[in-house]
């Protein structure tokens, strides 16, 4: 396997396709291969310099081109979304439906022949020269097809070899599943823990939970810093409140996240300091105890803004990283 990528290497810098600095880069030392059980782990894989180097190539373009369209970076982005495209642009009309897709094999959805096609047409559609960073988009295509044809694992006294899809333990994976459901189902958007309804006209979402699914998980009590038990607490409060639309509904999922930390052992004194300090943060303190709908809609736009803002320093983080 070894053997054989470095001859695809070889011929690919024979054909200048890839300078010598590039190529010494991507070339494995046998060495230093392990055969991953059961699953692919990236730094043992015979794979992962070229997977590294093609994600850190195409991931910043593909990001660019996703956030040009409805994607979304977690569970409060979604709501946000959601949000702004209602509350804001004021599309949601009575006949408005939603859809919802699960995709159980997201990693293996296709083989390695259509998932390299498919990153072709990608590029081809999106760059305006056929180079990104002067890499062809044919190179991009040939050291994928080196990728995603070696990638083997151990188990059982038996070699595999992936004859789909790519493994999920490498990011590269990530951002080739993107670019396919982009180019395949782009208008649509699988998303497992809200439940949205359009009521007349009126978005209606609160959290959606599988009945044999546990609800939360605290961390552990022994091993995590202090500092992780309150990130907890305030994450699932932010959850909430960009997930509930009904304040009566924030209110009893507010009540059953206070009453879950004290059943666990946290101290009413650590319950106490997060919840005020959650809702100190924008001045509204009366809003633990309102059932006031329009202050609530308040409350919830202010942290639909706030989370907006943090994923602005958090691309302009990336591009300062990517920059180097």
């Known amino acids: 396997m070894v053997e054989s990528m470095s001859l695809l290497l070889e011929s690919l810098k024979n054909h200048e396709s890839l300078n010598v600095d590039l190529y010494n880069g991507l070339l494995v030392d046998a060495s230093k291969v392990e055969l991953p059980l059961p699953y692919i782990i990236s730094q043992h894989s015979a794979t992962w310099r070229i997977g590294k180097y093609l994600n850190e190539l195409l991931r910043p373009f593909v990001d660019k081109i996703l956030s040009t369209t409805t994607t979304f970076r977690g569970e ?84 595999y070899t992936l004859t789909k899809g790519s493994p999920n333990t490498m990011p590269l994976s990530d951002t080739l599943s993107n670019i396919y459901v982009f180019k395949l189902i782009a208008s649509s958007v699988p998303f497992l823990h809200a439940f949205v309804q359009n009521q007349n006209g009126n978005l209606f979402s609160r959290i959606y939970r599988h009945p044999l699914i546990q609800s939360y998980s605290l961390p552990y009590e022994v091993g995590h810093a202090k500092l992780v038990h309150s990130d907890w607490l305030r994450s699932v409060l932010i959850r909430a409140v960009c997930y509930y639309s ?79």
């Open 76 to 159: 409060p982005d979604f709501m946000y979304q959601l949000y702004d495209h209602i509350f804001t642009k004021h599309e949601l009309q009575s006949t408005t439906l939603f859809y919802a897709i699960k995709i159980t094999n997201y990693y293996t959805l296709n083989t390695h022949k259509n998932m390299i096609d498919i990153v072709g047409y990608f590029l081809e559609d999106n760059l305006v020269p056929n180079k990104l960073e002067q890499v062809t988009i044919q190179n991009i295509k040939n050291l994928l097809h080196i990728f995603l044809y070696n990638n083997v694992f151990y188990y059982k006294d038996q070699i």
């Open 246 to 324: 009904s304040v009566e509904d924030f209110n009893l999922e507010r009540i059953y996240l206070e009453l879950t930390c004290l059943t666990k052992g946290y101290s009413l004194r650590f319950v106490e300091t997060h919840v005020q300090h959650f809702f100190n943060f924008f001045h509204l303190h009366p809003m633990r105890y309102s059932r006031d709908q329009i202050m609530y809609n308040k409350f919830r736009h202010n942290w639909f803004n706030y989370i907006k803002i943090q994923h602005e320093l958090s691309d302009q983080l990336q591009q300062f990283d990517d920059k180097g």
